[in-house]
């Protein structure tokens, strides 16, 4: 199993990586980090 960090920015297809991530049985998502994006840092938080 490979354990991975994934660093967003919460647009949709950033979103779509962490559903897959999450649900994908040889990985294992340790945590999530946000960067500035389209989104405010709040809203990227509340998205995310």
């Not at 340790?30 to 389209?38: I, L, N, Q, R, S």
């Given at each position: 199993?490979?354990?991975?960090?994934?660093d967003?920015?919460?647009?949709?297809?950033?979103i779509?990586?962490?559903?897959?991530?999450?649900?994908?049985?040889?990985?294992?998502?340790?945590?999530?980090?946000?960067?500035?994006?389209?989104?405010?840092?709040?809203?990227?938080?509340?998205?995310?």
């Amino acid at each position: 199993m490979e354990r991975i960090i994934l660093d967003v920015d919460s647009a949709g297809d950033d979103i779509l990586a962490v559903l897959f991530a999450a649900v994908n049985p040889k990985l294992r998502l340790e945590g999530v980090t946000t960067v500035t994006g389209a989104a405010g840092p709040i809203e990227q938080v509340t998205n995310v």
